[in-house]
């Protein structure tokens, strides 16, 4: 694992170069000096330790100098490195992500709808951080520092004494071992909170959201959640505490036998060995505290590789998805009539139909309804319509064309989005060369019967931790539709379950508007009463055509039709 990690970190190190090569090159130079310096403040303390006994004041204050100044070079260093290390990191780090989302610009719409996905989506995303991936690119470095910095040292501290050196090396490599079995014990402990730390925070969200604290305050129960919350945070501190305490005590454990009782032993040896004076203390002292030093760094950074591994994973998974064929969207409209046509199609979720054997063609202009009951497969047909799907048997044609062959269409799905982005925004999203004049602007929205709006500017930003304002789902419901209905050039207006958050009578003004529009026209609804006027309604159940025709075809000759609008129509009238 650890040399696969290294691997990675070598990948990430000269993507780093391709990404910024100035900054990586003295990122790598100022490593190299780190790992120099250490040695030549060794060798100054020695210069200073053998000119104390017999050379003049001015030599020892040369060599004083010298010393400083290797440490404040050393700090000075690391300081510019750390200014350069976070201008790559963050270069780099954009660089991940950007390849990430263009990658998944060319998955399948059918793998990125699943669940699989989307979490592993998620993991990618989380991995790219200055303390995941983006981590490693300061690795490669660190770690040629420290073995200059181990291997300089070394030989001072073998010229000096052989037997403190090994005594040292053999005490460093044990602590060494148990303090990464230390800090992977903490890992442990500190994942065992997740849930914990999950249910902390799913409590305090039910005070701090809006809507389910405005239910609790009027159930009186708010005293109640609060109080939950206390009692799991409580219970979460008590076990950090205690994890966090487990882990000083150990740690600081090892760090006085890797470093004071390395020293005191190492003095004691130069006692019992009769060679005990000023040049050896300093050597023994200033070489331990930096050699522990550089091992703790280098067996620490060691044992984060083994997360890298992990973390590296998750973000390599997304680039193993196959890339679909992407859609060319052309547009045909040279002949008089725009034939769209469903040839025996049939598609499949997990082996079972979602729809079998769908059969039927829409002509240039034409309204057309797909009604039918909840899960019945209206969406999973508008989704094979715009090239999301593909069917797994059959055929669309679009314009004489295979599917592959896109014309424009405009849609509006029943899951919209909410864009967080300022009001104008919003409505021209899709139109970009259109007039945007404050005054158009305000006819939009009064046209639509979003005169709220208008008491805010048309850059107020839709979202309220932003400073802006929220929207109710009918409000985002009717941007959704203005996007649509303004977007330039598209030869047919997809709605799915689109007006479904409207009141009854601005559903019907907006459905008249649109029908007495040019396009041609698909319109998902479960609500059969919206559609009596419609060119072609298509009645699907069980993911199979019922039937086909217009309503009143469909109310004399299809039982279940009639049923279902007869029901509805009197929910209505009630």
Request: charged fraction near 20%.
């Amino acid at each position: 694992k650890i040399m696969k990690s290294i691997k990675i970190a070598l990948k990430i190190f000269f993507l780093s170069f391709k990404v910024d090569f100035i900054n990586s090159c003295i990122v790598l130079l100022m490593s190299i000096l780190l790992g120099i310096l250490p040695y030549l403040n060794t060798k100054g303390m020695l210069m200073i330790a053998d000119l104390s006994n017999n050379s003049s004041l001015q030599l020892i204050i040369i060599s004083i100098i010298f010393v400083i100044s290797a440490s404040l070079g050393t700090k000075l260093i690391n300081s510019f490195n750390n200014v350069f290390i976070n201008k790559l990191s963050t270069k780099l780090e954009f660089k991940l992500k950007k390849d990430l989302k263009e990658k998944c610009t060319k998955i399948d719409y059918r793998v990125r709808e699943q669940s699989k996905f989307q979490q592993e989506l998620r993991m990618a995303y989380n991995s790219i951080n200055p303390f995941g991936l983006v981590k490693m690119n300061t690795f490669i470095p660190l770690l040629i520092s420290t073995i200059i910095t181990i291997v300089s040292l070394s030989f001072v501290l073998i010229k000096c004494n052989i037997i403190i050196w090994l005594f040292v090396l053999i005490l460093t490599i044990i602590t060494t071992i148990l303090r990464n079995k230390v800090i992977k014990k903490n890992i442990d402990d500190d994942r065992d909170l997740i849930d914990e730390r999950l249910l902390e925070e799913t409590l305090l969200g039910n005070i701090t959201n809006a809507e389910s604290y405005a239910e609790l305050r009027i159930n009186n129960s708010v005293n109640w959640a609060i109080s939950k919350w206390e009692t799991q945070q409580d219970k979460l501190f008590n076990k950090e505490l205690k994890i966090n305490n487990r882990f000083q005590f150990k740690s600081e454990g090892l760090s006085f036998i890797s470093h004071d009782f390395a020293f005191i032993a190492s003095i004691l040896i130069l006692v019992f060995m009769s060679k005990l004076d000023i040049t050896a203390i300093v050597v023994t002292f200033t070489a331990i505290q930096n050699l522990v030093n550089n091992f703790y760094i280098f067996s620490t950074e060691l044992s984060i590789t083994k997360n890298f591994l992990e973390m590296f994973n998750f973000y390599d998974n997304i680039f193993k998805y196959s890339d679909c064929e992407l859609i060319n969207k052309q547009e045909k409209l040279s002949s008089p009539k725009l034939q769209l046509s469903f040839k025996n199609v049939s598609f499949k979720y997990n082996e079972k139909y979602a729809l079998e054997n769908i059969n039927f063609d829409v002509y240039e202009g034409e309204k057309i309804a797909i009604v039918g009951y909840n899960g019945s497969g209206k969406t999973t047909m508008l989704k094979l319509l715009l090239g999301l799907y593909s069917p797994c048997e059959g055929e669309i044609i679009l314009n004489g064309c295979n599917s592959n062959e896109r014309v424009s269409e405009s849609v509006v799905f029943q899951d919209f989005a909410k864009y967080k982005l300022s009001i104008k925004e919003n409505i021209y999203l899709y139109s970009s060369s259109l007039d945007q004049t404050d005054q158009n602007m305000i006819s939009i929205l009064q046209k639509y019967k979003l005169d709220n709006l208008l008491v805010y500017d048309a850059n107020t930003i839709l979202a309220n931790e932003f400073g802006g304002i929220n929207l109710s789902t009918g409000q985002w419901q009717k941007l959704a539709i203005i996007r649509a209905k303004l977007k330039e050039k598209y030869s047919i207006m997809i709605m799915d379950e689109a007006t479904s958050a409207l009141d009854s009578y601005t559903e019907s003004e907006l459905l008249n508007e649109i029908l007495d529009e040019k396009n041609t026209l698909l319109y998902v609804c479960h609500r059969l009463v919206c559609v009596k006027s419609f060119d072609k309604i298509i009645f699907v159940d069980s993911g199979k055509i019922s039937g086909i025709g217009n309503h009143d075809e469909l109310f004399e000759n299809n039982l279940k039709y009639r049923e279902i609008y007869l029901s509805q129509a009197q929910d209505y009238i009630e």
